[in-house]
Each structure stands twice: as structure tokens, then as C-alpha cells.
């Protein structure tokens, strides 16, 4: 899949086109840069989980380390085993082999759950309730009641105008939205999500996308999202465990990923060797030359504007010039064993 980009707007912002509508989740909007992801404690270890059902491992020898501030994604096909490693992990199944450690902390794995707001399968909403009495009945089943905090999630979820309104009259966005304000009730500090846009439309996938990023950098709460749709994934996590029949068959975080699968510039001029001089005066030297006039720059892939208007300066005509995202669905798709969902 190559998905080239011939805008002079284009701008990296986990590998998409900046719009209007998802300008608000920019890296630069006020949110804190994450500090280096090897320096944040463990929220999530396992060491060779395994869980099986008749015989068959659902789990296989899993070994998943998840740290503070991570929005992990769970890559897998339908049947591979996430839900399964979810469901052992907030104590839901229980694991034939293995360990787990949560929060850094061996001794208290129940107090730590505790700690967890999960959306697995559907939780129980009654049709017959309102968003408000339905979480209000959750929040006292869960323990927590509070109904200040209650409005205040439904408002964060943006079902505020919808709160008394009935759940039969929800459509699958709200209903799954309502779900999200479930997950969160009580304030924990790790959400796991299983698949939380299946079936949604695009709307309704935006807006959970923008809420996950949102409660990622706002309130710093970690998050671990399975789904089969990579691409999907990849517009939320920043690091990413692959799970292929069973196995953890891969654990990366974006930086590795980006050097596996690098954005580039590819650049078709008239003067191959003048460009390599202009471009190496902007610092750029991660370059590499191809046949009829092309160039492919992996350094500032995100100026483009800045390098055509240097080169053009400079007396180089530009044929055609274009960024290039890097193929991160493909690197995935092989590593589930090549069909594509
Ligand atoms: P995923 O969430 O990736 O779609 P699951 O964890 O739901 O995968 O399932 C992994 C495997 O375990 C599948 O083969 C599934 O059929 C099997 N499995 C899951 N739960 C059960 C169960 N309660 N009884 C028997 N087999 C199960």
C-alpha cells in the first residue's frame, strides 16, 4: 500500500493529513510531551501467560509489558487470543501458567485491579434507563458512586445533551460512548478497551478516537486498545503488541516502528547531485537515489514546503515532490501471517 501525499500542507500528526476537525488533538495543543517510554514504570508485565481451552491455547506463553502513559495497541485477527489475555488479566479468566504484575506492585494484584476501567464485550446497560440512571446503577454495582463525577463523564463522552435520554433510543456511537463513561467511573488509571470502535461509523470512530487520545494526554491514564483494523490503531498507539494464534508474536513502540517503517520524501529533479548538496546545507543526509531523477529523503519529512521552496532557490526544477508515510499496515499485515482483514 503505498499512500502518497501531494499536499504542501501535509503535516505528521501520527501519520495523517492535519484537518480541521482533529486539529484539537494536535501534538502541540497544550498536552505534555510523553518522556521516554523505557523511564516509565511497568502498568502491565506478564511473564508466560497461558490459558487454554480444551487443550488449545487461546494464550500462549505471553510476555506483554505495558508502561505508564502508553496508548498500547493489541493488533490481532478475530480469535487470536486479546480478549482472552484481557479477560486474565483484570482477573475475568484464570490463567493455567504464568504471572502477572500490575502498577509495578506483586504483592496486591486485586487492590491493583482495582485500578483498572475496562470496556470488555458490552456491559449490561438496561434499555429501560436513561444514560444517567443506567451508570448511576453501575457506579453503586461498581462501588463508586458519585454523581457529580457521573454527570461529568457523560458530559466528557459528549452525551451531556443525551442524559436523560432512554438507552433504547441510543444509536451504536452513543451506546459505545456510554461505555467508555462506564470504563472511566471511579477514576482508574488503566483503561482497557476491547475492540471500542467495532462496528462503528466514522463519525462515531472519531469521536472515540479523539476521547482515547484526550484521556491519554489530559488526564495521563493509560491505555491498552485490542482491534483487528490497523490502520485504525495506528492513528491512537504508541506502541503496539502483535498477537497472532496465541503467541505474542511482536511488542514495538513507535520509535522502533519508525525506524522499520520510515515516512520518506520522494523527490523526481533534474539535478540528482545539486539536490544532495542543498539538501545536506538543511542537514538533511539520510538520502537515497534512485533512477530518472529521484530522490528519497528520510530526514524532516514534515518541511516539505521548506525543502521544495530551498531547492527551487537554488535553480532545481522539482517534477514532482511528495511525502510518503511508510507502509506501517503492510509491516503488521506480515506479521499476522499476510491476509489482510
Ligand atoms: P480475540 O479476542 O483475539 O478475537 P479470543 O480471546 O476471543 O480472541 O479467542 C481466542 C481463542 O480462544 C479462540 O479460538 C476462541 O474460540 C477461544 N475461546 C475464547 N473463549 C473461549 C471459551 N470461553 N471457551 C472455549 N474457547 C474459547
Not at 487520545?213 to 491514564?221: A, F, P, S, T, Y
Not at 533512477?291 to 537554488?314: F, H
Amino acid at each position: 500500500m503505498e499512500n502518497i501525499k501531494q499536499d504542501f500542507e501535509f503535516d505528521f500528526v501520527k501519520g495523517e493529513i492535519k484537518t480541521a476537525t482533529d486539529s484539537d488533538i494536535s501534538e502541540n495543543n497544550g498536552f505534555q510531551a510523553k518522556t521516554d517510554r523505557n523511564l516509565r514504570p511497568y502498568v502491565i508485565k506478564t511473564e508466560n501467560l497461558s490459558k487454554f481451552y480444551k487443550n488449545k491455547a487461546a494464550v500462549d506463553s505471553v510476555n506483554v509489558s505495558v508502561r505508564q502513559g502508553d496508548i498500547y495497541g493489541l493488533i490481532g485477527k478475530n480469535g487470536a487470543g486479546k480478549t482472552t489475555l484481557f479477560k486474565i488479566i483484570l482477573g475475568l479468566a484464570k490463567p493455567d501458567n504464568g504471572t502477572i504484575e500490575l502498577f509495578n506492585d506483586a504483592t496486591s494484584i486485586a487492590e491493583s485491579r482495582k485500578k483498572i476501567g475496562y470496556l470488555i464485550e458490552y456491559p449490561s446497560f438496561s434499555a429501560k434507563l436513561t444514560a444517567f440512571e443506567n451508570l448511576k446503577y453501575m457506579a453503586l454495582q461498581k462501588g463508586c458512586y458519585d454523581e457529580k463525577q457521573i454527570i461529568e463523564l457523560i458530559d466528557l463522552v459528549g452525551l451531556g445533551n443525551e442524559i436523560h435520554k432512554k438507552f433504547s433510543a441510543y444509536s451504536l456511537g452513543m451506546k459505545q460512548r456510554l461505555g467508555l463513561a462506564f470504563a472511566l467511573l471511579g477514576s482508574p488509571e488503566l483503561l482497557i478497551l476491547d475492540e471500542p470502535v467495532n462496528g462503528l461509523d466514522p463519525e462515531a470512530i472519531q469521536a472515540v478516537r479523539n476521547l482515547i487520545l484526550k484521556l491519554n494526554r489530559e488526564k495521563n491514564l493509560t491505555i491498552v486498545i485490542s482491534s483487528h483494523l490497523i490502520s485504525e490503531l495506528s492513528k491512537v498507539a504508541d506502541c503496539y503488541g502483535v498477537m497472532a494464534n496465541g503467541k505474542l508474536v511482536k511488542e514495538i513502540d513507535e520509535t522502533e516502528l519508525n525506524e522499520i517503517v520510515k515516512p520518506f520524501i520522494k523527490l523526481v529533479v533534474d539535478d540528482q547531485t545539486k539536490t544532495i548538496d542543498v539538501l545536506k546545507s538543511m542537514g538533511i543526509e539520510n538520502v537515497k537515489l534512485a533512477n530518472n531523477g529521484t530522490v528519497y529523503c528520510y530526514d524532516l519529512v514534515n518541511r516539505l514546503s521548506e525543502i521544495s521552496k530551498k531547492l527551487a532557490e537554488n535553480g532545481i526544477v522539482i517534477f514532482s515532490i511528495s511525502a510518503n508515510e511508510g507502509d506501517i499496515e503492510n509491516y503488521f499485515i506480515s506479521l499476522l501471517g499476510g491476509n489482510r482483514q
